[in-house]
């Protein structure tokens, strides 16, 4: 309930009121003043002087309809919900056309959870209000408390058609259309509503989310791009684009629109690491190093940073860096499953296999739930000749991963190689029934093995 003034004699009232409070002489205001006032340090969240304000207010207008209505919001915000209801009640008796009270009878139930009342309440006072978008705003909202999104959506829809530049509302709808896996409707629906506001930089932008959820990152840079020709600081939109364009391989574009976000706000580590990726793509070896190092930098705690730059090094074999900035990261985070599974890919890499052991198992206990982590954990534990060890584990990954051939054809060599027949033979024949065209893993990961009699002979009557 925002009353509309002159901004100059609305500063002009503040500015009043304010010395007031300072000088303790009393002036007179009107009701609208007052409201004016009551509602602007509601808005500061400056409750202790709304209050003083609103009970100068009854002082001087003790009859103002308006001035109650405002206290009844007060006491709403403060839950004293049932002086607000006798409050209501008495304000009903005297002006039963009043939307306002109807609205404030509205938002008494839905703080008390009855929605459905409040929907009721909000309903009638569409009788009587002028203000019919922030009336269907109100009961989409109360159609959200209660999850039913299709009216929600339609009532967010009528506001809109009420007043299509009601931001909060635009958003909503759009939310109701993405809940409800409707995005091709929503597109549909924002094209249509651009067409009467083709200048709104948030139609746009929603467009081009939904267009990028959908994987036409084509139309979704379009939309993203007009977003950004209305607004040329809406930061969303260009990071946004940046990420279709990326999806486009127009890398170079890419790194332009995150650049320009470094321009309008602080750098964010996101936005830093994304530029490094866009020139590892294009071969700027140099640049991507420096960006995911200012990426760290920026944000210690990120680790998509410390993954980049660990992953860079590795794939140029530079084992050594590699191993540095593993080690940095985990120092940082010793709990992150991600740093130990690189920690022991790369130990593993250059032959340190009690250290690559170590990785993968401090990776599993952390929750590394990928199948190929426990296997190569499984295929060092065999390099150290740790093969009881070794069975253990794949028998615990079994929990997770039951019936996997992988596992299966695993566990059948390592029996083998313990002189445990009876056991090899029982996976062996579960790998072959599972998967009988991989058999060849049994072969590269136990050479000796393949050439066993008994292996063969199971293949053989497998291939018949």
Same mark, same amino acid.
């Given at each position: ?30 009701? *609208? ?39 009844? *919001? ?7 919900? &049932? ?203 140099? &640049? ?177």
């Amino acid at each position: 309930m925002h009353l509309e003034h002159d901004e100059e004699d609305y500063n002009l009232s503040l500015s009043k009121f304010e010395s007031m409070l300072k000088t303790n002489k009393v002036f007179f205001f009107d009701s *609208e003043e007052f409201e004016e006032i009551i509602l602007h340090y509601l808005d500061m969240g400056k409750a202790n002087l709304a209050k003083k304000a609103l009970k100068l207010g009854l002082e001087q207008h003790p009859k103002s309809t308006g001035l109650k209505l405002v206290q009844v *919001e007060m006491l709403v915000y403060d839950d004293k919900l &049932e002086i607000a209801e006798r409050l209501l009640n008495e304000l009903y008796a005297i002006e039963p056309t009043n939307e306002e009270i109807f609205i404030q009878k509205a938002n008494i139930y839905s703080k008390r959870d009855n929605h459905e009342k409040a929907v009721e309440l909000l309903e009638e006072a569409l009788k009587y209000t002028d203000d019919f978008a922030d009336v269907y705003n109100l009961i989409g909202m109360e159609f959200l408390f209660m999850d039913n999104l299709e009216m929600a959506k339609e009532n967010f829809i009528k506001c809109l058609e009420e007043d299509y530049e009601d931001q909060s509302a635009l958003y909503n709808v759009v939310y109701c259309f993405e809940f409800l896996d409707q995005n091709a409707e929503a597109i549909e629906y924002l094209k249509k509503y651009i067409d009467k506001n083709p200048y709104s930089e948030i139609a746009w932008h929603q467009q081009g989310r939904l267009y990028y959820g959908l994987k036409d990152y084509e139309n979704a840079v379009r939309a993203f791009e007009f977003a950004t020709y209305i607004d040329d600081r809406f930061l969303g939109a260009f990071m946004e684009n940046g990420k279709a364009l990326e999806r486009l391989k127009r890398y170079e574009d890419a790194i332009e629109n995150y650049e320009r976000t470094i321009e309008l706000d602080d750098p964010t580590s996101y936005a830093l690491l994304r530029i490094g990726k866009c020139h590892e793509k294009l071969g700027h070896k140099a &640049e991507a190093l420096k960006f995911f190092e200012k990426t760290v930098h920026e944000d210690p705690l990120l680790d998509k940073g410390w993954i980049a730059i660990t992953d860079f090094y590795q794939r140029q074999k530079n084992y050594d860096k590699a191993l540095y900035y593993v080690n940095k990261a985990i120092a940082i985070d010793d709990q992150n499953r991600a740093y130990w599974k690189r920690y022991a890919t790369i130990n593993k890499a250059i032959s340190k296999f009690e250290e690559a052991e170590y990785g993968y198992r401090k990776a599993v206990e952390f929750g590394d739930g990928h199948l190929d982590t426990w296997l190569f954990w499984v295929d060092v534990l065999q390099q150290l000749g740790e093969f009881d060890t070794a069975v253990q584990t794949l028998l615990q990954s079994t929990e997770f991963f039951p019936d996997e051939y992988q596992v299966e054809y695993r566990l059948a060599g390592l029996y083998f190689m313990l002189k445990e027949e009876e056991k090899a033979t029982f996976h062996l024949v579960n790998g072959l029934n599972l998967n009988f065209n991989n058999r060849s893993i049994l072969e590269e990961s136990f050479p000796t093995i393949w050439n066993n009699k008994i292996v063969q002979s199971y293949i053989a009557k497998y291939k018949k």
